[in-house]
């Protein structure tokens, strides 16, 4: 089973999320995916769906969460922050735990509560992951633990992270993010949901960098490599 269905609930009910996928490339059952990710591989963001995953989650809204899901850790910039300091499993829970509390519909994965619960502390809610990432790395340094270990199994695949453009900068990322996100918004005709308003505010923010210089450098370099 594919995900057309919970695409035209989306369309349906929130729009800007349907609209960004179907403005990307979407792949089934690629061999190295057993549930689903979201990756930037061409220029092109990409979201692969399992869709025997996927049709294990017969409820429609459970799909739509596992489709939200991807959307936001692309949303967030995640690719672009996931690599640099390591690849830890405090990395991608915080990360998930960052996203999910705007998925009520999402099945399976770690919640807030899950996080609170087993680090024995309330923590603030719909913070950026970094806030979550310390506090994981708080509890690991207290604890005496290289990593933490609750949770890895419900957390999100991220492999597709690594094998993502790995020569584009975090700057050009964001700027295909951004044109993907406005697309969205006016194929939406304006209709964003809230707690979106944040995420596509700072991805709108002018960035300090010139990203298209930044491009043509990369552009020049790769030919000099070349010749």
Same mark, same amino acid.
């Given at each position: 089973m594919?995900?057309?269905k919970a695409l035209y609930h989306l369309l349906?009910?929130?729009?800007?999320?349907?609209?960004?996928?179907?403005?990307? !490339?979407?792949?089934?059952?690629d061999p !190295?995916? !057993?549930?689903?990710?979201v990756t930037i591989k061409g220029g092109t963001a990409v979201f692969k769906f399992d869709t025997k995953y996927t049709s294990e989650r017969r409820d429609v809204a459970a799909q739509t &969460?596992?489709?939200k899901h991807e959307v936001l850790h692309l949303l967030c910039e995640h690719l672009g922050t996931r690599s640099r300091g390591g690849i830890t499993n405090n990395k991608n829970i915080a990360m998930d735990v960052a996203i999910n509390q705007m998925i009520p519909t999402l099945d399976g994965g770690v919640s807030l509560a899950d996080l609170e619960k087993e680090l024995k502390q309330k923590l603030e809610p719909m913070m950026p992951y970094e806030y979550y990432y310390a506090k994981i790395n708080e509890y690991c340094d207290k604890n005496g633990l290289k990593e933490y270990g609750p949770h890895g199994d419900r957390v999100g695949d991220h492999?597709?992270?690594?094998?993502?453009?790995?020569?584009? #900068?975090?700057?050009? !990322?964001?700027?295909?993010?951004?044109?993907m996100a406005n697309k969205a918004i006016k194929s939406s005709a304006g209709r964003v949901p809230q707690e979106l308003s944040t995420i596509l &505010?700072?991805?709108?923010? #002018?960035s300090e960098v010139n990203w298209k210089q930044k491009l043509r450098n990369l552009v020049v370099e790769s030919i000099v490599t070349g010749k």
């Open positions: 594919s995900i057309e349906q009910n929130e729009p800007f999320y349907a609209n960004f996928v179907l403005g990307a !490339k979407i792949v089934y059952d !190295k995916i !057993k549930t689903a990710a &969460g596992v489709i492999s597709e992270w690594d094998e993502a453009d790995g020569d584009m #900068p975090d700057e050009v !990322k964001r700027a295909l993010i951004r044109d &505010g700072r991805l709108n923010t #002018p």
